[in-house]
């Protein structure tokens, strides 16, 4: 992985991944694309270019004419978006999935893309749920994920593309908030804990999701690209996780700080649904044994981080 294309650079994992890795690499080694155009902004400190992820032919070419030889493919829409529109997130989400590989074995690129907890269903083992297990998701998203994952190792098995990927967590970060998906409370608790000490969730207490925050994401997405192939048994995608919580732990752990926050419930029933029908907690240890993944913030290093920063970005 020495210079790479991301599409989906300014989604909320694409705007941080790009900086770390042009500090990494080299800022001229990372071209940035998404559809939208900023008009300032990190994405702009290197090398930046529109791009529809349906548009198969422009992505060959941006990848072709930077050299590029990894693309990491970000670009999707989240769960609860999907949920709304599905024949568009399956034209959006498969549509440039297949793109990306395509550009990946006709130039003979590395490729990432990320899976999620959202690829298993109500059917899989519901705790510690291991890396292969039913995998009978009854979202869009989720069949998009699981559709994924087998097309990646596929291209892998078939035309020997370097497919790697994981199954992420909900991610919390304070740079881009996450859009339309299903744990995304976990991102929005923080925000309202500081601006106004209170927050109604849409997710009910007692729903466990995993979770991890966003540092411990961008550095599972280097090691595991960096990592030696002949330790792969498995590429697409590995269970990662930090944490395995639910609304109250948070509430817990922002009151250490901030001793009046107050957590309400106002449960949305579609995004309910879809958090019920994904584990409580997974199993990260394939990518422990396989290419030494490590989560370095709990619940409670994270949230003194998340409050420290979003204070100061929100002047708070
Ligand atoms: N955070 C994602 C979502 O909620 C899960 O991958 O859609």
Redesign the pocket.
Known sequence: MKKIMVTGALGQIGSELTGKLRGLYGTDQVLATDIRVPESGPALDGPFEQLDVTDGKRMHELAKSFGADTIIHMAAL???TAEKNPLFAWNLNMGGLVNALETARELDLQFFTPS???AFGPSTPKKNTPQDTIQRPTTM?GVNKVSGELLCDYYFEKFGVDTRGVR????ISYVTP?G?????YAVDIYYKAIEEGKYASFIAEGTYMDMMYMPDALQAIVDLMEADPSKLTHRNAFNVTAMSVEPSDFEKAIRTHIPDFQLNYDVDPVRQAIAESWPDSIDPSAAIAEWGFQAKYDLDKMTADMLEKLREKLGK
């Open positions: 989240l769960s609860a999620s907890i959202g998203y992420f967590p909900g991610l996450p339309g998906g299903t744990t995304d």
